[in-house]
């Protein structure tokens, strides 16, 4: 019964996505897919977030590093293709097939050095190493003036993809919208898996599983990679919507607006995340329409989800215990 | 015995500061018996159980374990070289349901631990032992219940049925009677005879009752020494035993 719920309540999401260019294009509305191709983006790495806060109960108060890393590593190459100077004796390129998986191992690897680091130290100590990776990424940033600094960086084009055109906002939409989906699934995929039991299990009782016989530096650790890979990946994606990245890409309240976004939409579900990253800009949107002062109203709508749904909005539309 | 013992603590010393909680213990588990840990509160015996599970280190002495010295491997990898334990205090995974928390114990030896593709909620190579498990322990009826909603009794059962669940011939259980009502714990010590023979068991245990009915022998901790092992009837003899537990017992 409630599961048969879930599948309706997230088929309805995913036939929104799909159906808002034709809406749009009725309505005449075209800021409707733009602002949709941003909810796409952001609900991946809310997504990824939820993998290692939700799943391994591991606060990552750093994940826009991953964010701000994978769009960067777009503008670089961009950047170096563009006035023909090439990149450590290579060209560059704008395939999409090829800068895209750079992009996110560079990002994996950042994850598996930030993440051995951080996973030394548990608690208030982890939320605040990862913070300071993060910071650290930042000022690293703001001091590269050759990739502009402090005024971030423009990008000419999107990247490439052969026979499809990135170019045209529509089409670029869909895709962000089925890498959202390919991503959900293969998270949850991920969660229900024995990797994601272990993962589970190390939140819930780590002296016992420690006397089952896991080690807990493997399975955090990987969970960290898997989703600094998926943040990489919103930011490549999102450096191709903005065709621009700047610092503030990475700083300490980006990383606080995904979390925000993860705890919104249904910490530890996967999909709420996704519904999480919608309320969030799609409030933030509204909201600044009104006010510059828009974090007055979005603080309280926060409290009041925290306060009468642990489970987020996700866990008041489909109100069963989700055992993934 | 031609048999070697399948654990053994080789003058095992460990002191927090001034106190030495265990002081020079010997003691060998043999192959196939169940060997009581007495001895009054404060005693150390659970300081004793923490070191050979790994997660104290002891100060000097060595653990055997099948042969291995084990004394230095770290707690996590000392499942795999074939120690099973249960807690004092319960542990185990309140939000995941009974099976899932056995058939975590099932996994957590196995191979693929890794595998992030298969579901792992249907899979019968876990399922199927993990249910085997809950079905010697008697809660076969409760799979699918939240662990964190077992009463307590039950939650002793599940914590010994994740024990045997991993696999391994030893077990090491901390007072896995603790809490319990007169009729769960004389169910628990129906279960624990009918594992006699095929694991050898280190049992930490309060109610002498239990203790007397079901060691095959006894080792009496006192201020972190040992000062007598053997058969129930041996110990409950001993003039020293008396005289430091069984007399203000």
Known sequence: MAAGRKFWLNLAGLAVFVLVPAVAGLADKPFLV???????????????????????????????????????????????????????????T??????????????????????????????????????????MVYFLLVGLMVYGGDD??????????????????????????????????????????RFGMALRSLKQ?????????????????????????????AGVL??????????????????GELMAMVILGGIGSIFGPVLGAIAFIGLEQMLTGWTEHWMLLMGPALVLVVLFGRRGLYGLLVPERDHG | MAEPPRLELRGLRKAFGAVRVTHDVDLALRAGEVHALIGPNGAGKTTLISQIGGELMPDGGRILLDGHDITRLPAHRRAAAGLARSFQISQIYPEFDVEDNVAMAVQALAPGGLNMWRGARHDARLRTPARAALERVGLAARR????????????????????????????????????????????MAALLAGLKGRYSILLVEHDMDVVFALADRVTVLVYGEAICTGTPEEVRADARVRAAYLGDG
């Not at chain 1, 050095?113 to 939320?127: A, D, E, H, P, Y």
């Not at chain 1, 939409?173 to 390919?182: E, I, P």
């Not at chain 2, 049925?161 to 901390?174: E, H, K, R, Y």
């Open chain 1, 34 to 92: 733009s602002l949709f191709t941003r909810f796409a983006v952001y609900a991946i790495a809310a997504v990824s977030l939820d993998l290692v806060l939700g799943y391994g109960a591991l606060v990552s108060f750093g994940h826009a590093a991953f964010f701000a890393l994978g769009g960067y590593v777009v503008g670089i190459v961009a950047f170096h293709t563009a006035d023909g100077s090439g990149l450590l004796g290579w060209a560059g």
């Open chain 1, 94 to 135: 704008q395939q999409a097939l090829i800068l895209w998986p750079l992009a996110i191992a560079v990002c994996a690897l950042a994850g598996l050095v930030i993440g051995f680091l951080s996973l030394r130290t548990s608690g208030v100590q982890f939320i605040m190493i990862t913070l300071a990776f993060a910071q």
């Open chain 1, 152 to 193: 971030g960086l423009a990008i000419a084009q999107r990247n490439t993809l052969p026979g499809i055109d990135l170019g045209h906002p529509v089409v670029y939409y869909y895709l962000c919208v089925a890498l959202l989906a390919a991503w959900v699934f293969l998270c949850r995929r991920i969660v229900g898996s």
């Open chain 1, 205 to 233: 009782n780590r002296r016992r599983s420690i006397a089952l016989g896991l080690a807990p530096l493997r399975y955090q650790l990987t969970a960290f990679v898997v989703s600094a890979a998926g943040a990489g990946l």
């Open chain 1, 238 to 255: 999102w450096a191709n919507y903005a065709l621009f990245v700047s610092p503030d890409m990475t700083t300490w309240q980006k990383s």
């Open chain 2, 144 to 187: 699918q219940v939240r662990a964190g909603e077992l009463a307590h009794g039950e939650k002793r059962q599940l914590e010994l049925a994740m024990a045997l669940a991993l696999g391994t011939s030893t077990l090491l259980l901390d007072e896995p009677m603790a809490g319990m009502s007169i009729e769960e714990s004389r169910r």
